[in-house]
């Protein structure tokens, strides 16, 4: 292959103005507490289970609720990518999230040694308002809604057997909700105060009365097993902060205020108590606008510690998995982390807190903090023992805030480092060898955007909250500009190569989930939960674009989707759209139903051709898994669940169709591609319109699709573990070239800890038609742009702070002869060329280039000339408020 | 150092009976060794980059004599009057607070914690003492009055400091950095020791050692032999405990259970109990510098080059050993120094930490909370910080600065309440004075005060060398103290030159700060009154600019009180004359300023230096090869002298009384002239360059300064008379001198012959030196035997609320007594009754009226009026007084002088008094 460099005409964009909206919430599952009944703890440990990561909730302050999921596969304890986003549960618009709660559905017969995974989860939201929100996790809408019946919700707390919910209200009471078997029903209230409940905290959960005898029981007679209804753990005490400088604490049984903490205070001024929090041995923590973190004695009600750890209010605090860490941040963006020092073993005092050390990860007021695994508050003789010689997993804290990235720092408590489970720590999200809190790397999950990139018409489409603009790109003006890829710098052009050609608001009644654009940039279509728009786009001859909205494809929708089943006027909601390559059709997948429709535009009415309900089937699940070729192939491709937990998933799964998360058409608009929630790939024929095949399920739904321009019958996936896939969907099997593409694939793409976004083809614009799998090149470099055309297509790779150029020649040039020499490729870490030999071509073929960040879309717009949509962090909180300063000696 | 011995001139300080010793006086009682020995207890030893030990005058003087061939030349008599650098290793006070030891060098000071004076030092002359730096010094674990030190020379010695005896020596042969004992473990010292090559090294290497790894050593005290036995001999039992990085710092825990040891990013624990196992290591982020141990709980704290103090909470947890985990203690970081932490320090309850560093911002942490205080501009970097023991009246937190400062500061009102300073010569920030601007120094006649830069360069400070004290220090650019912005330095601004009129009541100073990308430079020449009522020196006029931005290379008063004419010369090509201006105002009264008076210059040459006639009638300016006339009250150039000999003078004085004779110098040559004749008298070029010229204020002799042809860093002074180019003498000193000016000694003739000199040498030691400079006279030591069980008196109620009052308590009456009770009168007033009387509780007190007179009677004095015994007994009273003040100001200004013949005639008295 030549040698010299291809030159890419690169658009930088960054008129996008997109805002990410600020994170107000963090979430992780709760721990199930032990079950007392089953006290064979020692049995249970013995077992060797693998440790499980729970889904990761993200409140923000527009309302949606980001999921996102452990991207390590099954048998992986260390995943660099960590969580990733999975979907997200559009909210009411307007509305906002202020702070979240997740519970155990089915808490009593949960097993205690599971980690609670999104079916088995309850997810509660309240958003300054009065309402609180249950959320149809499975569905991605709102389950059912609760009026507080006592002003504004301030804080929300469910206790720590998922049993009740406690409100904290504007009017100073907390009002209990039940959750007992699913439900969501007003239990109590107890005495006012006054004073707004700003946080809210529930004690640790008393197991139940007569434990001694009980355990006596046990071992007088093994075998017996209390089958009375009683539960198992309560709760004695909650305390709230509230908006008078003090905290307040509530016998449960009772409903009455027992005791009073008063913090400090600012003459004229009340110190709002903003976080609280409390341990497994009753000790109360809790954080002010002073800036102040207390530590108070439970029983007593009396401060044990006070610490101005803060220059700002403090408005988090979360407590480490084992208790004996808390951390805190707020307005001053610092996180501080707060070390239980346990007194000398020989004499009786007890042990102190101290502050122990502060980072600042964050640019603005951090609003949320969360940590991995949960801190649960039982005392110590009932938590789980981790069995001898397995890893001990660092805890992971996670904090996000106005600065809308969220950060994940292994926050392991130094005294581990002395202990003798130190030479098994692992350093979960892999960003170093340090896991303490003080000396770890962090790692950042960056925000994402939904923009679309029509080629022909070189518009680009970027969906905001609830209005959608359209910028079109200027053609180049002359070939001699056409400057080198790689280099940014060279545009001395003062031309706009950019024009904004349309914005639009629309009515909707959640914010937009779903947009795309049509190639040619005829059709526009957009949707929210509950319906979806079409917009048919005129371009005046001055440039002008005006949309006209399609009104008949609502109906149309309507009458197609209502023959789904539902009595009700069905959801017109579309999770995600596709267009052909030529722009005659769109395909559609359901928000709510997850059915694929496919529409024609090209008549003068869009009408509906066909739909498929595959997704809406699980039949063809086994082990959540599909094999391989379901109806041929006998051989699983991947089992690695146990059957206990197929039984529970069925359950609870069924009826609620899993979402459709990917779609993808080949660019010669024969084949479609469609993934859902549960991992499995269809692919359907667009022109016969008919359902092709199943593929092979992957360890997680993927984060991109893509066909490859020159085999449209051949199927990129990338998971969010950087993981590639390929599937030819024509023959229905992984090509042969493909087997082992996993371990050929540069290291340094899956050590990148931003995901795979996207992937991008160069068009190859005259393509002669390369014959499978046996095409040699030619050495010669080309001569013409023409000639170019025989050369394989460059793939871009891009995530969110990184792009990297991968050639694919070996789609065709690898020999099978080569692919023996697989080892010796891999050590190399350089994807096969047909040039071995040359060493400056190997380099070439992997390059990362790392400076453009916050990278929101990219696409070929033809060949050789990209667009790359990039945002900068700056440009983003530039427009936020100031943040907290404060000056330092020696600076100005 | 007490006060009055230093030089035989009367005090300015009044000094306070405890540390004036009983015994000074008699000096000649004392064992008076001789040459070697006894220049060990006298710190003579010039900061210069010399090996502390072994640079004693007498080698010097002999190695000076060697070189004598030519010119007559032998080493200049010369002292210096600063310390040694200040040590890094904190003072320790006595278990009752009334005293503390300073390491200066190899030696200790014992000063009083009261008045800051040096009561005694260690070795006493009959002991042999540390031959190397002391690094470390603990008191003894067993016996609170021995002390420990330890010292690079590879020795501990045991002192019993009570009686200033040697007890023993331990030598273990290899340079010692830290020690450190414990209550609980009496037999047994820990020490940290440069680990070392088996061939024993030479001292020249011993730099390269300190480098090296340390090892740590549990070193047996087992007493073999009884104590007071000042034999070397080697410990029986030494149990090497682990080898680590260079120590920065090492201790044991409250509880004496684990041994702490810190060195660069690490720190190191080990059990006493069981020491076999070795250390454990903690890691910590950033290089640790400082160390401190809580009094009573198992966790220390350290400081790092960052500035964050941390506590380490790593000696309760059962450290298991993991190999290959890098260990981490639960710590806890307290950050506030923008620079690094030189010194922490727990107080005495355990409740605050201190720290300090460059900042010179003293930080209180509540340990508990994390709120912290400050004590913000204790005047230079804080070294160290100590806490007094707790026996104290009322704890206070000792500093010591990078001046050599001791200062104190109450815990109560967290503010300096006693500053002992002697003078403040370590520059603060490294690059205060860079080497190409000059440092001001100057003489004023009228305080008998050397005037002298201080730690910052926009101060400067006025020592009185004849009381030995530091009397003030003037702020001549106000400034702000933050000595860094991020990691650069900024540029203060600095006082370049310092000159003082001959009649001492006018005194210029120059500063100027350069200027960077913020803000133009500035300059200004400002004029200062000296103040007689108050003794001090007040802002009369600023000029700003005065040769624009240009360095002003010269400047000096006309001589005479009448006419006073201040010249200056700058860069820019132009010589200027200023003048004072009275102007009346509204109210008719006079007010005195200085203005220009004239400009010029000659030609297109730059001058470079300009000097007056004795008489004031002519001044003479050097224009490049030339040296051009003036009479200063016209500006008309009388005559230009043209040297040949030289292009470029750069110095040019009038050479004896008359004034008739002109030396020059410039690069290598030397030319004299004959004003009278307007010829050369005779020229000499030198091999080296010269530096500088001074011409002696009464004879028609000079001496140049030029660095020394075989050590650059040596000076050699040169003195020619006027009549031949053939040298007169030849000195050579063992430091380059960057500032010399006349220092006229006030017990010597005004005509006399000899040389007196004050320089400041590139070390910024303050160096007087002279035919008639005599070290070893004037450098003795007062001893004083510290009494057991002496302490600071304690203050009463009355004292606390209404200040020390002037009557002195009734055991200071006792002690008095003793002392006057021979000699003539009776003291003039007898208050202890009244004084006692305070004691009462207020409550107890009948009203005022009724015993108002009697008390006032009390407090007044009575004078005697025997006019033959006056004059004794002022001198008396005022002896008596300065015994008795045992907590005034230090730097009191009072202006009683007495003569050296009182002082003469006193001594027998004394003797008398002592019994000797």
């Not at chain 1, 991947?638 to 990917?662: K, V």
């Not at chain 2, 008639?772 to 002496?790: A, H, I, M, W």
Request: include cysteine.
């Amino acid at each position: 292959m030549n040698d010299n460099p291809t030159h890419v005409a690169l658009h930088r964009c960054r008129f996008v103005d997109y805002p990410p909206s600020p994170i107000t919430a963090l979430a992780f599952p709760p721990s199930p507490l032990p079950s007392l009944r089953a006290k064979k703890a020692g049995k249970e440990r013995e077992r060797d289970r693998v440790q499980e990561y729970g889904t990761l909730v993200v409140g923000h302050a527009n309302g949606n609720i980001d999921l996102l999921e452990w991207t390590g596969e099954d048998d992986e304890l260390q995943a660099r990518q960590a969580w990733q986003l999975r979907k997200t549960l559009p909210g009411p618009n307007p509305s906002k999230v202020d702070t979240l709660a997740l519970t155990i559905r089915f808490p009593d017969i949960f097993p205690s040694s599971k980690v609670p995974s999104l079916s088995d989860l309850r997810l509660f939201s309240c958003g300054g308002g009065s309402e609180l929100l249950e959320w149809d996790i499975a569905r991605n809408c709102v389950r059912r809604t609760a009026p507080s019946q006592g002003g504004s919700i301030w804080s929300m707390a469910a206790n720590p057997g998922s049993t009740i919910l406690a409100l904290g209200c504007e009017d100073g009471t907390v009002r209990l909700l039940s959750l007992v078997a699913d439900t969501l029903e007003h239990l109590r209230r107890f005495d006012r105060v006054k004073a707004r409940l700003l946080c809210i905290a529930w004690g640790p959960p008393v197991p139940r009365q007569a434990r001694p005898a009980a355990a006596e029981k046990l071992d007088a007679s093994d075998a017996e097993s209390d089958d009375d209804d009683e539960e198992e753990w309560s709760d004695s005490w909650l305390v709230a902060g509230g908006s008078d400088s003090s905290l307040h604490k509530w016998g449960v049984k009772t409903g009455r205020p027992i005791d009073r903490m008063i913090t400090d205070k600012i003459k004229g001024e009340k110190t709002l108590v903003w976080a609280v929090g409390v341990l497994a041995d009753g000790t109360i923590v809790s954080g002010d606008s002073l800036g102040t973190v207390k530590f108070w004695d439970s029983i007593t009600c009396t401060q044990t510690h006070s610490f101005s750890a803060h220059a700002a209010d403090v408005l988090c605090l979360t407590i480490g998995t084992e208790g004996s860490t808390v951390f805190t941040s707020g307005v001053d963006q610092k996180i501080v982390q707060f070390n239980y020092v346990s007194g000398a073993p020989e004499a009786s005092s007890s042990g102190k807190w101290i502050q122990s050390a502060s980072r600042r990860v964050h640019s603005h007021d951090v609003r949320s903090l969360a940590m991995w695994p949960p801190h649960t508050p039982t005392p110590a003789s009932y938590r789980r023992k981790p069995s001898p010689g397995s890893p001990y997993i660092a805890p992971v804290l996670v904090s996000g805030g106005l600065d809308m990235s969220i950060t994940l720092i292994p926050a392991l408590p130094a005294h581990v480092t002395t202990s003798n489970v130190a030479a098994r720590v692992i350093n979960p999200i892999a960003s170093g060898v340090a896991t303490t809190f003080e000396d770890s790397y962090y790692r950042r999950i960056p925000y994402r955007a939904t923009v679309c990139v029509a080629r022909t018409a070189r518009l680009i489409l970027c969906m905001y909250q609830t209005g959608l603009r359209l910028w079109r790109i200027l053609d180049i003006p002359d070939a001699s500009t056409v400057i080198d890829g790689m280099d940014n710098t060279t545009d001395p052009e003062t031309r706009v190569g950019w024009e904004n050609v349309l914005e639009m608001e629309l009515n909707v009644h959640t914010n937009l989930i779903s947009s795309a654009l049509s190639d040619d940039g005829r059709w526009l279509v957009a949707s929210d939960l509950y319906e979806t728009k079409l917009f048919k786009l005129t371009t005046t001859p001055t440039g002008i674009v005006k949309a006209n909205r399609i009104r008949s494809f609502t109906p149309l929708l309507q009458q197609q989707l209502s023959v789904a089943g539902s009595k009700e006027p069905p959801s017109t909601g579309g999770r995600k759209f596709v267009f052909t390559p030529d722009s005659t059709k769109m395909i559609m997948a359901s928000a709510s139903t997850s059915v694929i429709v496919v529409i024609d535009l090209g008549s003068n009415e869009p009408t509906v051709l066909r739909q498929f309900e595959h997704h809406r089937k699980t039949s063809l699940l086994s082990g959540r898994r599909v094999i391989r070729g379901s109806g041929k192939g006998q051989r699983p491709y991947a089992s690695h669940r146990g059957d206990e937990y197929e039984d529970t998933d069925e359950m609870t799964n069924s009826g609620i169709p899993p979402l459709i998360l990917q779609m993808a058409v080949s660019p010669d608009g024969q084949w479609l591609a469609s993934s859902d929630e549960w991992c499995r790939t269809f692919i359907y024929n667009l022109d016969s319109i008919q359902y092709h095949t199943t593929i092979p399920s992957l360890p997680h739904p993927p984060n991109a699709m893509a066909f490859v321009p020159d085999k449209p019958q051949v199927l990129f996936s990338v998971l969010p573990s950087n993981a590639m896939h390929v599937y030819d969907v024509e023959t229905g099997e992984v090509p042969s070239w493909a087997h082992d593409l996993n371990s050929r694939i540069p290291q340094q793409i899956f050590s990148t800890p931003d995901p795979i976004l996207g992937i991008a083809f160069d068009r190859v614009e005259s393509s002669q038609p390369i014959a499978n799998g046996d095409v040699t090149m030619t050495e010669s470099p080309p001569e013409s742009p023409r000639s170019t055309s025989a050369l394989p297509p460059t793939t871009i790779l891009w995530g969110s702070s990184w792009l990297c150029k991968l050639n694919l020649d070996w789609l065709g040039q690898y020999s099978k002869q080569r692919k023996r020499r697989k080892s010796e490729a891999e050590k190399q870490k350089f994807l096969s060329i047909s040039d071995v030999r040359n060493s400056t071509s190997e380099s070439r073929n992997l390059r990362v280039i790392t400076h453009y960040r916050a990278i929101l879309a990219m696409d070929f717009l033809k060949s050789r000339e990209l667009v790359l949509v990039e945002q900068p962090l700056v440009n983003v909180l530039s427009k936020l408020p100031p943040a907290f300063f404060k000056p330092k000696y020696g600076r100005t | 150092m007490a006060a009055a011995e230093v030089l035989n001139h009367t005090p300015l300080v009044v000094p306070q009976p405890k540390d004036v010793s009983i015994s000074q006086i008699p000096r000649q009682s004392l064992p008076h060794q001789s040459g070697k020995r006894s220049k060990k207890y006298k710190e003579k030893r010039p900061t210069v980059s010399h090996h502390p030990q072994g640079s004693g005058s007498d080698e010097q003087r002999s190695g000076g004599s060697r070189k004598a061939a030519s010119a007559p030349s032998r080493k200049w008599s010369w002292t210096s009057l600063t310390d040694t650098s200040v040590s890094s290793h904190p003072p320790i006070f006595t278990k009752d607070g009334s005293h503390f030891f300073s390491i200066a060098g190899s030696t200790i000071k014992i000063h009083s914690a009261s008045s800051g004076k040096v009561v005694s030092m260690l070795p006493r002359s009959q002991d042999e003492g540390h031959t190397d730096t002391i690094t470390s010094v603990t008191l003894g674990a067993h016996n609170s009055f021995q002390l420990f030190t330890a010292s690079l020379d590879g020795t501990i010695k045991v002192w019993d400091f009570l009686e200033g005896i040697l007890l023993r020596t331990i030598d273990l042969d290899q340079p010692i950095h830290h020690i450190c004992t414990h209550e609980k473990i009496k037999d047994y010292i820990f020490v940290a020791a440069a680990k070392i090559k088996k061939s024993k090294i030479s001292p020249a290497h011993r730099k390269d050692v300190q480098d090296e790894s340390c090892v740590v050593l549990r070193v047996s005290l087992n007493p073999r032999e009884s104590g007071g036995l000042t034999r070397t001999h080697k410990p029986p039992d030494i149990l090497a405990i682990g080898k680590i990085k260079r120590t920065v710092g090492l201790a044991l825990s409250a509880s004496g259970e684990r041994l702490i040891a810190i060195s660069g990013r690490r720190s190191y624990v080990a059990q006493t109990a069981a020491l076999k196992a070795g250390f454990m290591k903690f890691t910590s982020p950033e290089s640790l510098t400082c160390l401190a141990v809580h009094p009573f709980e198992e966790y220390f704290a350290t400081g790092d080059v960052k500035g964050v103090v941390r506590l380490w909470y790593c000696l309760n947890s059962n450290l298991v050993k993991v190999v290959g985990v890098e260990k981490k203690s639960q710590t806890s970081a307290f950050h506030w120094h923008a620079h690094a932490v030189s010194s922490v320090a727990f107080s005495t309850n355990g409740a605050y930490l201190l720290s300090g560093g460059e900042e010179a911002v003293l930080v209180i942490w509540q340990i508990h909370t994390g709120k912290r205080e400050f004590v913000p501009r204790v005047g230079s970097p804080i070294k160290s910080v100590v806490v007094s023991p707790p026996k104290a009246s009322e704890e206070e937190y000792l500093l010591e600065l990078a001046d050599a400062t001791h200062a104190f500061v109450s815990s109560k009102t967290l503010k300096l309440s006693r500053v002992f300073a002697r003078i403040k010569l370590a520059p603060s920030v490294p690059n205060a004075f860079p080497s190409s601007s000059s440092i001001p120094l100057a003489f004023h006649n009228l305080s008998e005060t050397l005037v002298l830069p201080s730690s910052h360069a926009s101060s400067l400070q006025t020592f009185s060398p004849s009381a030995f004290a530091l009397v003030a220090e003037l702020e001549v650019a106000p400034s702000n103290r933050v000595s860094r912005k991020d990691e650069k330095m900024l540029e203060p601004s600095r006082v370049e030159r310092a000159v003082i009129s001959s009649t001492g009541e006018w005194m210029a100073t120059i500063d100027c700060r350069e200027g960077d990308e913020y803000f133009r430079g500035e300059m200004y020449l400002k004029f200062w009154y000296w103040d007689k009522k108050n003794a001090f020196w007040i802002l009369n006029t600023r000029i700003d600019r005065p040769h624009g931005l240009c360095k002003i290379t010269s400047m000096s008063f006309s001589p005479g009180p009448s006419n006073i004419q201040l010249v200056t010369i700058g860069n820019d090509g132009n010589v200027k004359g200023w003048r004072i201006r009275t102007t009346k105002d509204k109210k008719g009264q006079e007010e005195i300023s200085w203005v220009t008076r004239s400009s010029f210059g000659y030609k297109s040459d730059t001058p470079r230096h300009a000097s007056w006639s004795p008489d004031g009638s002519l001044l003479a300016v050097v224009f490049g090869p030339s040296v051009v006339l003036y009479d200063p009250y016209t500006n008309v150039p009388r005559h230009v002298f043209v040297c040949h000999e030289s292009q470029r003078l750069h110095e040019v004085h009038f050479i004896g009384m008359g004034g008739r004779f002109l030396a020059t110098v410039g690069g290598t040559d030397l030319v004299v002239w004959n004003v009278m004749s307007r010829s050369v008298l005779w020229h000499v070029k030198n091999d080296r360059p010269y530096e500088t010229l001074l011409p002696h204020p009464h004879r028609d002799a000079f001496m140049t300064i030029h660095s020394s042809h075989s050590t650059p860093a040596h000076a050699v002074v040169t003195i020619f008379h006027v009549r031949s180019p053939i040298r007169q003498m030849e000195h050579t000193l063992p430091f380059a001198l960057r500032n010399v000016i006349w220092y006229p000694q006030s017990y010597s003739p005004a005509n006399s012959e000899s040389f007196s000199l004050v320089g400041l040498t590139h070390s910024y030691s303050v160096v007087l030196m002279g035919d008639d400079v005599n070290p070893q006279e004037k450098r003795s030591v007062p001893f004083k035997t510290l009494r057991k069980g002496q302490s600071v008196p304690r203050k009463s109620l009355f004292e606390e609320m209404f200040g020390v009052p002037v009557i002195p308590s009734e055991s200071q009456q006792h002690s008095r007594d003793q002392i006057t009770a021979n000699p003539g009168p009776a003291l003039p007033w007898r208050s202890s009754e009244t004084a006692s009387f305070f004691d009462a509780p207020s409550h107890l007190i009948p009203p005022i009226h009724t015993f108002f007179e009697s008390l006032v009677d009390g407090f007044l004095t009575l004078r005697v009026a025997d006019e033959g015994r006056q004059e004794e007994l002022d001198v008396q009273e005022e002896t008596s007084s300065k015994l008795s003040d045992h907590s005034g100001p230090v730097f009191a200004n009072s202006a009683d002088i007495a003569t050296d013949s009182v002082l003469d005639s006193l001594v027998p008295v004394f003797r008398e008094i002592a019994g000797i």
